[in-house]
């Protein structure tokens, strides 16, 4: 077995239907586990649906359904989302799922037994969408909360709460110590000074709803929601902990930076484990300026986009142009424009051409590359800048590097004419050297176009599946045999009007 490679999203509230954000998470992690797997590491990727809590209980009042039906009818819709984005998820785990609420139970136990749960009195601002309490403070206009600019509720409960105030020290060690563990650094930035502010204890357990997961010392109360979901991270990898604990990949965005950034790491302290070893924060993926909501009806699903893209496209699309970390601004124009320079007139018109020429000049079958090759240098760079780009959890730079190259091999066959050229050694040495440049190519766009990947590869006439070889053996230059049929297809991505 490879390293071992453990990467998350976080868990989908299933008050909500999937929409192009919970999509840009989940694609970054796949692509992750994709890269990873190419590369011949042991992947764990977990994904799935948060299923408790008051949101949900007082949803399922409202469509006249039972807590457990609601969360089924949408956490389907994501598992369908997913399964339409090619998500290679090894697990989707539900919070409702038996396993789970056993390791919940068992996980705060362990922090009860060792004193850092205690009983007592709180009444404050919450905010039901957040499933979070807020200091007055923390109110826009007293009154609203911060993230969603909407009126909170007061609410007074008998509750067992986590000594989080115990932890300030000991989390502010823990980052010191760990200068990267949360990326990138205005995230980690921002983390420490919510902790120097100061952290009040957290009311983990709640009697006024029914509807979580019962906590096992005291009848009547169920575990708050968000202690319950953080603990899946644990849940999914139980009995295989010693592989992939702590060196995790939390992937979330950044308006859950308390929950992952202050409280799971105090948590897993009071359960004795080590905190997560690697939490990358994202922004917010903005429209025209604006934060989706449903309140804005601004979100937009996946199948919208797909229908006029496709999925591979999608997939490119959100991990090309939204730089992890920063919020990105995604416009219907801006995906057309980079769909039409990227896949219509840079990677499809290397293959079409390619082919095309191949066709006319070599019979159709495709030579081998030379060991010269002026593009042998740039593959060998390309390859490297890519792998240290997935390795730095920054996909647009990933593919960045990856179409340099398919600009380089593109302008080599522009220099050289071969279309204009009688058959013939020369006319071979440019064609192989294009096609040793496409099996390369479809080796690095794996983890973001896995279809296209097959496609490139079957129509330039190899066996198997890219990634059958393990990076980055497999990508060294020369690996093109020649001999082989190439296929003249239909153009991988014919250009989008945008006057549609
Ligand atoms: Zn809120």
């Given at each position: 077995m490879g390293r071992p490679f453990y990467v998350t999203t976080p868990i989908y509230y299933v008050n909500d239907a999937p929409h192009i954000g919970h999509a840009y998470t989940t694609i970054t992690a796949d692509a992750l586990a994709r890269w990873h797997r190419l590369i011949g590491d042991d992947v764990f990727f977990l994904t799935g649906t948060d299923e408790h809590g008051l949101k949900i209980q007082r949803a399922a009042e409202a469509n006249g359904l039972t807590p457990r039906e609601q969360a089924d009818r949408t956490s389907v819709r994501f598992k369908e989302a997913w399964d339409q984005l090619g998500i290679t998820y090894d697990r989707f785990i539900r919070t409702t799922d038996p396993d789970h609420y056993q390791v919940v139970q068992e996980f705060l136990q362990r922090v009860y037994d060792s004193g850092d749960i205690e009983l007592s009195t709180y009444e404050g601002p919450y905010c039901v969408s957040c499933e979070g309490y807020y200091a007055e403070s923390d109110l826009i206009d007293g009154v609203n909360c911060p993230i969603h600019n909407r009126p909170v509720e007061v609410l007074v409960e008998e509750n067992y709460f986590f000594k989080l105030s115990r932890y300030e020290q000991r989390l502010l060690d823990w980052y010191e110590a760990n200068p990267d563990a949360v990326q990138p650094e205005s995230k980690r930035n921002e983390a420490i000074g919510l902790i120097k502010s100061g952290l009040r204890d957290v009311s983990i357990t709640r009697t006024s709803l029914q509807w979580g997961v019962p906590v096992p010392w005291a009848p009547g109360h169920v575990f708050y929601v968000w202690y319950d979901a953080l603990i899946n991270y644990c849940t999914a990898i139980r009995g295989k902990e010693e592989l992939y604990w702590p060196a995790v990949h939390h992937l979330l965005a950044k308006d859950i930076l308390r929950f992952h950034c202050v409280y799971w790491p105090a948590m897993c302290m009071a359960a004795g484990i080590d905190p997560p070893a690697h939490l990358n924060v994202h922004g917010y993926l903005l429209i025209g300026g604006e934060k989706m909501s449903k309140t804005a009806l601004n979100q937009i699903a996946p199948a919208d986009l797909i229908a006029d893209f496709g999925v591979d496209p999608y997939r490119y699309h959100f991990l090309r142009d939204v730089s992890f970390g920063p919020d990105g601004d995604f416009s219907y124009e801006g995906m057309v424009a980079r769909y039409n320079s990227d896949?219509?007139?840079?990677l499809g018109n290397l293959l079409s051409r390619v082919a095309t020429v191949v066709d006319k000049k070599c019979g159709g079958v495709g030579p081998a590359p030379t060991a010269g090759s002026p593009l042998a240098a740039v593959a060998a760079a390309v390859v490297e800048d890519t792998a240290s780009a997935w390795d730095r959890v920054q996909p647009p730079e990933a593919l960045e590097a990856t179409w340099r190259l398919i600009r380089e091999a593109n302008a080599h066959l522009e220099t050289n004419e071969p279309w204009k050229a009688e058959p013939g050694p020369a006319v071979d040495a440019v064609l192989g050297d294009a096609l040793e440049v496409l099996r390369i190519v479809a080796l690095l766009v794996q983890p973001a176009m896995p279809s296209t990947s097959a496609e490139i590869w079957r129509r330039i006439g190899l066996d198997g599946m890219p990634g059958d070889e393990l990076l980055p053996a497999a990508a060294a230059w020369g690996g093109y045999p020649g001999g082989l049929p190439v296929e003249k297809g239909a153009p991988l991505f014919p250009r989008i009007n945008v006057d549609r």
């Amino acid at each position: 077995m490879g390293r071992p490679f453990y990467v998350t999203t976080p868990i989908y509230y299933v008050n909500d239907a999937p929409h192009i954000g919970h999509a840009y998470t989940t694609i970054t992690a796949d692509a992750l586990a994709r890269w990873h797997r190419l590369i011949g590491d042991d992947v764990f990727f977990l994904t799935g649906t948060d299923e408790h809590g008051l949101k949900i209980q007082r949803a399922a009042e409202a469509n006249g359904l039972t807590p457990r039906e609601q969360a089924d009818r949408t956490s389907v819709r994501f598992k369908e989302a997913w399964d339409q984005l090619g998500i290679t998820y090894d697990r989707f785990i539900r919070t409702t799922d038996p396993d789970h609420y056993q390791v919940v139970q068992e996980f705060l136990q362990r922090v009860y037994d060792s004193g850092d749960i205690e009983l007592s009195t709180y009444e404050g601002p919450y905010c039901v969408s957040c499933e979070g309490y807020y200091a007055e403070s923390d109110l826009i206009d007293g009154v609203n909360c911060p993230i969603h600019n909407r009126p909170v509720e007061v609410l007074v409960e008998e509750n067992y709460f986590f000594k989080l105030s115990r932890y300030e020290q000991r989390l502010l060690d823990w980052y010191e110590a760990n200068p990267d563990a949360v990326q990138p650094e205005s995230k980690r930035n921002e983390a420490i000074g919510l902790i120097k502010s100061g952290l009040r204890d957290v009311s983990i357990t709640r009697t006024s709803l029914q509807w979580g997961v019962p906590v096992p010392w005291a009848p009547g109360h169920v575990f708050y929601v968000w202690y319950d979901a953080l603990i899946n991270y644990c849940t999914a990898i139980r009995g295989k902990e010693e592989l992939y604990w702590p060196a995790v990949h939390h992937l979330l965005a950044k308006d859950i930076l308390r929950f992952h950034c202050v409280y799971w790491p105090a948590m897993c302290m009071a359960a004795g484990i080590d905190p997560p070893a690697h939490l990358n924060v994202h922004g917010y993926l903005l429209i025209g300026g604006e934060k989706m909501s449903k309140t804005a009806l601004n979100q937009i699903a996946p199948a919208d986009l797909i229908a006029d893209f496709g999925v591979d496209p999608y997939r490119y699309h959100f991990l090309r142009d939204v730089s992890f970390g920063p919020d990105g601004d995604f416009s219907y124009e801006g995906m057309v424009a980079r769909y039409n320079s990227d896949l219509a007139n840079n990677l499809g018109n290397l293959l079409s051409r390619v082919a095309t020429v191949v066709d006319k000049k070599c019979g159709g079958v495709g030579p081998a590359p030379t060991a010269g090759s002026p593009l042998a240098a740039v593959a060998a760079a390309v390859v490297e800048d890519t792998a240290s780009a997935w390795d730095r959890v920054q996909p647009p730079e990933a593919l960045e590097a990856t179409w340099r190259l398919i600009r380089e091999a593109n302008a080599h066959l522009e220099t050289n004419e071969p279309w204009k050229a009688e058959p013939g050694p020369a006319v071979d040495a440019v064609l192989g050297d294009a096609l040793e440049v496409l099996r390369i190519v479809a080796l690095l766009v794996q983890p973001a176009m896995p279809s296209t990947s097959a496609e490139i590869w079957r129509r330039i006439g190899l066996d198997g599946m890219p990634g059958d070889e393990l990076l980055p053996a497999a990508a060294a230059w020369g690996g093109y045999p020649g001999g082989l049929p190439v296929e003249k297809g239909a153009p991988l991505f014919p250009r989008i009007n945008v006057d549609r």
